[in-house]
Nanobody
Framework: VQLQASGGGLVQAGGSLRLSCTAS????????MGWFRQAPGKEREFVAT????????YYAEVVKGRFTISRDNTKKTVYLEMNSLKPEDTAVYYC?????????????WGQGTLVTVSS
């Protein structure tokens, strides 16, 4: 199983980025997907999760209303659209297969993509 995350970069506060995570080696439509992030010196934290069809979605409170998770099963890709970015959103963002808000509910993890938000 491989999860390849991309789309990170440097952006000013208030800006936007779209992250992508493309899966291989698994049946994508059988997997619920999630995004987590880890800021320097902090624990990895839940960001958002989306079910197999995209009909059930949950967000962490700190990103609700600013981030949007979606998926394209034909491309085996899950996205995280991030708007109104804040410096505190700076982190390495990881995609993973699983469901829920705890790290131990996820099994396969991507390598992460760095998002840096400047003030």
């Amino acid at each position: 199983v491989q999860l390849q995350a991309s789309g990170g970069g440097l952006v000013q506060a208030g800006g936007s980025l779209r992250l992508s995570c493309t899966a291989s080696g698994l049946i994508f439509t059988s997997n619920v997907m999630g995004w987590f992030r880890q800021a320097p010196g902090k624990e990895r934290e839940f960001v958002a999760t989306i079910d197999r069809s995209g009909s059930r979605i949950y967000y962490a409170e700190v990103v609700k209303g600013r981030f949007t998770i979606s998926r394209d099963n034909t491309k085996k890709t899950v996205y995280l659209e991030m708007n109104s970015l804040k410096p505190e959103d700076t982190a390495v963002y990881y995609c993973a297969t699983g469901w829920g808000s705890r790290k131990d509910e996820y099994d396969n993890w991507g390598q992460g993509t760095l998002v840096t938000v400047s003030s």
